[in-house]
């Protein structure tokens, strides 16, 4: 088991552009988040699926993001028409017992709009 | 509604003091409660967890406990070491929705100096 794992690491992008990213969960764990953190802020929760099914989207998560997660394993966000206040990194996390095991984490993508 | 509140940082503290981050929260229901750690330049990880009243959670020296009396869940360890200079995060398990995600606070960051 390697972890979560994100992809790309790094993402520039001129504003107006769309990207996407991508997140590989550990295998096991059914439950799977998309955060954002802007410098010096905590993880804000952006949305989350529980195998393939998208259960809930927070107010932050406007209509030019859009996730998905098909057959219930990695996941994408995309983000259309990026803006500068877009940047910021962007964690994804997986789960099978939050309960009692908490979050795994990925290492995150950093996206700068310029 | 639920949140999460920690004391402003940074926090300095020279090599073998004694560590305090202090945790609050506002709550309806029953959360989990959880500190993750984030060393430069990686993701965040978990570092301890308290599921109910009056739990101790501990790892790596670090503890914390479940205060429901006074909706708290400090970080304390007795004698700190360079290598733990990091952000720290609160967080606890959203009872809205049913204990499906975690809300966390803003972050303390610590800087040990040897």
């Known amino acids: 088991d390697t972890g979560v794992s994100q992809n790309p690491r790094h993402k520039i992008t001129k504003r107006g552009q769309n990207v996407t990213f991508r997140c590989d969960p550990i295998s096991e764990h059914n439950r799977l988040y998309w955060y954002r953190q802007t410098l010096g802020q905590g993880p804000e929760f952006l949305t989350y699926?529980?195998?393939?099914?998208?259960?809930?989207k927070s107010r932050l998560l406007s209509d030019r993001f859009s996730a998905e997660r098909p057959k219930g394993s990695f996941s994408t966000l995309e983000i259309q028409r990026t803006e500068q206040g877009d940047s910021a990194m962007y964690l994804c996390?997986?789960?099978?017992?939050?309960?009692?095991?908490?979050?795994?984490f990925g290492s995150g993508t950093r996206l700068t709009v310029v | 509604g639920n949140s999460v509140t920690q004391m402003e940082g940074p926090v300095t503290l020279s090599e073998e003091a004694f560590l305090t981050i202090n945790c609050t929260y506002t709550?309806?229901?029953?959360?989990?409660l959880f500190w993750y750690v984030q060393y430069p330049g990686e993701g965040l990880q978990l570092l301890l967890k308290a599921t109910k009243a009056d739990d101790k959670g501990s790892n790596k020296g670090f503890e914390a406990t479940y205060r429901k009396e006074t909706t708290s869940f400090h970080l304390e360890k007795g004698s700190v070491q360079v290598s733990d200079s990091a952000v720290y995060f609160c967080a606890l398990s959203d009872p809205s929705g049913g204990y499906n995600k975690l809300i966390f606070g803003a972050g303390t960051r610590l800087a040990v100096h040897p």
């Open positions: 709550a309806t229901g029953y959360p989990s």
């Open positions: 699926f529980q195998n393939e099914a998208q259960l809930e």
């Open positions: 996390a997986s789960s099978l017992d939050l309960i009692n095991y908490g979050y795994t």
